[in-house]
């Protein structure tokens, strides 16, 4: 059965500084999401990445993939507040199926 | 383009009660979803449909069916309502060659 763990859970930060979010899973996968979600809203697609050695930048945030690993990180350059969110990560787990982290709840303080 | 379009966004039910939630997508899609999003748990699969006329079970798919009317609209039954359903429910719709997937606004359920 696939796992998908976060971590940290929580994350409060200061702007301006750097910080990463690591994602493991315990079964081969090739196929690896990112979304966001800002409270009492949907999720939103941040990342999608579909093979090994996979990287995806969008602004202040980075994505990658190493599957070999088992892992990927989301890191985070120089945060700013509207950056603050909960991150979820999400794992093919066969069929199109995805599994969740449990989410990594990101306070960014002026 | 409305994507995913979900109803009712709110819902209170009482314990032995039943309710439909409505999902459509209109980017064609052929795989749609339904996940339960509960407090440090993220989102868990209840049931999916990965073509019309099609459905399979998720991780947590007791207490719920599903029925996937059309390409469009895959809709999720309680029949009758526990307060552990109490919940905020996502129907989501996949683009195939990638996985990726797209959500609606969430339905906010409370079961008494």
């Known amino acids: 059965e696939l796992k998908v763990e976060q971590n940290p859970l929580f994350l409060s930060m200061q702007e301006g500084k750097n910080y990463t979010i690591y994602c493991n899973y315990s079964?081969?996968?090739?196929?690896l999401y990112w979304y966001r979600q800002d409270p009492g809203k949907s999720l939103e697609s941040l990342f999608v990445?579909?093979?090994?050695?996979a990287v995806k930048q969008e602004g202040r945030l980075m994505a990658s993939l190493d599957t070999k690993a088992r892992l990927s990180t989301l890191h985070i350059t120089a945060a700013v507040h509207d950056l603050s969110a909960t991150y979820f990560c999400?794992?093919?787990?066969?069929?199109?199926?995805?599994?969740f982290g449990q989410g990594t709840r990101l306070t960014i303080n002026p | 383009n409305a994507g995913v379009t979900q109803t009712p966004k709110f819902q209170v039910l009482k314990t032995g009660q039943s309710m439909t939630l409505q999902c459509a997508q209109d980017?064609?899609?052929?795989?749609m979803y339904w996940y339960r999003q509960d407090p440090g748990m993220g989102l868990r699969l209840i049931y999916y449909?990965?073509?019309?006329?099609?459905?399979d079970k998720g991780e947590v798919p007791n207490g719920y069916n599903v029925s996937r009317l059309n390409k469009r609209e895959f809709s999720l039954r309680l029949e009758s309502a526990a307060p552990s359903q109490t919940s905020v429910y996502f129907c989501?719709?996949?683009?195939?060659?990638?996985?990726?997937?797209?959500f609606g606004e969430g339905s906010r359920l409370t079961v008494l």
């Open positions: 989501a719709s996949s683009r195939g060659n990638t996985g990726e997937l797209f």
């Open positions: 079964t081969t996968s090739d196929r």
């Open positions: 990445l579909l093979s090994n050695g």
């Open positions: 999400a794992v093919d787990g066969g069929a199109q199926k995805l599994v």
């Open positions: 980017m064609n899609h052929n795989s």
């Open positions: 449909s990965a073509s019309e006329g099609t459905t």
